[in-house]
């Protein structure tokens, strides 16, 4: 699927960050995020991620950090810094756009992104599409079984 132009949001997904130095999930997610930005300067950003163990700064910081460094003007990029997971990565991003009626994309890597669309319908929104990164690492072989895991949770608690 063509990921539509123009989209009024992405919401990018974080992942951990160490320290201050993303990590190669989140660098590829915050790459594409790039790209799309680049080709789209009138999407806006929400950039979602709190701080968790071991990060000296929130997964929304880094990713603002990045973008901020490449070019992107800091008014296009909403930080959303108190999610855990996805589920409150996408409602805490939908509080911060303050509407479901509008066009967004979801930006995480590609095994994850199924799981992040389908959550994002959940939590209300009609347009949402999903943009992939790509991942390249052996832990696909740990990411991809985990990922398998985290949808049958989350089709069980409602979440998607």
Not at 25 to 53: C, F, I, M, W
Not at 89 to 97: C, D, H, V
């Amino acid at each position: 699927m063509k990921v539509p132009e123009n989209l009024d949001y992405l919401i990018v997904l974080g992942a951990h960050v160490d320290g201050t130095r993303l990590t190669l999930a989140l660098l590829e997610r915050t790459r594409r995020a790039l790209q799309y930005l680049s080709e789209n300067p009138r999407t806006k950003a929400v950039l979602s991620g709190g701080k968790g163990d071991g990060e000296q700064i929130s997964e929304a910081r880094a990713m603002y950090r990045y973008l901020t460094a490449h070019g992107i003007a800091e008014e296009r990029l909403i930080l959303e810094e108190k999610s855990v997971n996805t589920k409150e990565n996408l409602a805490f991003s939908r509080e911060k756009i303050g509407s479901t009626d509008v066009s967004v994309g979801v930006v995480t890597n590609h095994f994850h992104v199924f799981r992040g669309v389908a959550i994002g319908r959940k939590c209300g929104f009609r347009k949402i599409y999903p943009v992939p990164s790509r991942y390249r690492s052996w832990r696909l072989l740990i990411y991809i079984p985990r990922e398998i895991l985290a949808i049958i949770k989350d089709k069980v608690l409602g979440n998607m």
